[in-house]
């Protein structure tokens, strides 16, 4: 009987941390701009937003053979673009990537990203208990600006 007991408590819990962890990480506003034929990076724009401290660790998609996490720095006059092994999210803080300097970046393009496309992005992230979660976000192509990032150099 105290066995039983111990087991539905347990699962109790069980229930409660799923649920929590399901409402722990918010992604909105993902999107992506239009490629040209032969661009083989484009970069994604998120929203994140985590209620505990953790990291991005990984990120994949199924079009682009890597997907990075880069941090852009004014170098002499020259944005230089280097690549984040993790990317860390305070708790309860938005975070704007592809607005404030970092943006994800997909790096060897399998496939032309046309206007009215989406695609899949598949984030994973560690919190300060070692539990990983992995989030798939869909993010939406629009259409390609006149801007040119040509003074941006890897
Ligand atoms: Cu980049």
Not at 130 to 135: L, P
């Given at each position: 009987m105290v066995l039983n007991k111990y087991?539905?408590?347990g699962f109790g819990l069980f229930l409660y941390l799923s649920q929590a962890v399901a409402g722990e990480v918010s992604i909105s506003d993902a999107w992506a701009r239009a490629t040209a034929p032969g661009q083989d990076s484009?970069?994604?724009a998120l929203h994140i937003t985590s209620q505990k401290e953790a990291s991005i660790i990984a990120v994949s998609s199924a079009v682009a053979k890597t997907v990075e996490i880069h941090s852009m720095t004014h170098e002499n006059g020259m944005m230089k673009m280097r690549a984040l092994e993790t990317f860390p999210l305070k708790a309860k803080h938005e975070v704007a990537l592809g607005s404030d300097g970092n943006h994800i970046m997909l790096?060897?393009?399998?496939?032309q990203l046309n206007a009215g496309d989406s695609l899949i992005l598949n984030l994973t992230l560690q919190f300060a208990d070692?539990?990983?979660?992995?989030?798939e976000v869909k993010a939406a192509v629009k259409p390609m600006s006149e801007q040119h990032e040509d003074s941006i150099q890897y």
């Open positions: 087991l539905l408590a484009a970069t994604v790096v060897g393009l399998k496939k070692k539990h990983k979660e992995t989030i």
